[in-house]
């Protein structure tokens, strides 16, 4: 069995939200974590500080622009430097620019499929030689329940989500043979600040569709991420659907 113990993780847009849980969760079962993070050095800095006194032996804050391919590449080369070899890469950053079709710019388009898809490659690009060279290694990519049901006012955001469950089935057929599992998460909705800061009436609206009656939070995203690499030594090209019954297949 994998074990999180002086395991190497990346975490990429990890100073908030479902990121700053998945960093918090391995780094609590004994992780060395590098907390990626583009803007909120304050918040990365200050998480990486608690990683280290809650019980991860090492942990930094590493700003990259992951969609930018050279800036993702500096992500994993840093991580390399710092801690010599990535057991998991949990790719999570990504941004939400929301509008109808009509009003959707090429801007908008491109910037939101740069990051929430874009990135993915240019970060697995990047740690692809390490995990080979290894012959292990675990990539866990966060999409969304958007990315299978689509929805309104976010084709950008779709797009890209639905990319990633269909980029996690080829590279887990192409990475199966180095040993590397390679699986998606689509989280319903969650209790981060895209979630909260929602008028009432529309988070009421889409919690009457939760059979479970509630969102998840962060923490139950980030203990499924912990179960793919901890126990998923023989799951891979999967998409766990953590919505709490939203969506079935």
Known sequence: ????????VVVTGASRGIGHAIAEEFG???AK????YNHNKEQAEELAQRLLKEGSPAAIAVQADVSDADQATKLIE???????RIDVLVNNAGINIDRSLRKMSAQDWDKVIQTNLSSYFYTVRAALPYFIKQKSGAIINISSLTGLTGNFGQANYTAAKAGILGFTKTAALELARYNVTVNAICPGPVETEMFLGAPEEAKKALLAKVPLGRPGSPH???EGARYLFEHGEYITGHTLQING???MQ
């Open 1 to 8: 069995m994998r074990t999180l113990s002086n395991a190497v």
């Open 28 to 30: 609590r079962g004994g």
């Open 33 to 36: 974590v590098a907390v990626n």
């Open 78 to 84: 840093e991580t390399i430097n710092q801690f010599g």
């Open 220 to 222: 139950e995203i980030a």
């Open 245 to 247: 019954g939203m969506y």
